[in-house]
């Protein structure tokens, strides 16, 4: 399937951590433009980090406490999140492109085609 795949979410107090997957059959999740996305309930979804070549960017809010890494022979991108915050909790969501690029701190160029993943839900609660 070309669509991603996440996995890994769940629930996890304040100051913890948690490792996400995406992994996507039939395309080489190494070789393309691939980033982690959320969104909390009632608000926008914004990119938390991506990778582009060698290149890796991270949103602010999540510099310093979210890693994003690829496992090239289980074809798998992790998102490994430490000292999770509750205002972390959201749907992450993984995207890759086909064709095109992200833009600045993973901002998705419309006039690209790429394919989203359904999500894994992360809550983070004491």
């Known amino acids: 399937q070309l669509q991603p795949v996440e996995s890994g979410g769940g629930l996890v107090q304040p100051g913890g951590s948690l490792r996400l997957s995406c992994t996507a059959s039939?395309?080489?999740?190494?070789?393309?433009?691939i980033g982690w996305f959320r969104q909390a309930p009632g608000k926008e979804r914004e990119g938390v980090g991506c990778?582009?070549?060698?290149?890796?960017d991270y949103a602010d809010s999540v510099q310093g406490r979210f890693t994003i890494s690829i496992d090239t022979a289980k074809n798998t991108v992790y998102l490994d999140l430490n000292s999770l915050k509750p205002e972390d909790t959201a749907k992450y969501y993984c995207l890759y492109y086909v064709v095109g690029a992200f833009g600045p701190k993973c901002t998705v160029d419309d006039d690209g085609m790429y394919n989203w993943g359904r999500g894994t839900l992360v809550s983070v609660s004491s």
């Open positions: 990778i582009s070549g060698r290149s890796i």
């Open positions: 039939g395309v080489a999740l190494n070789n393309v433009p």
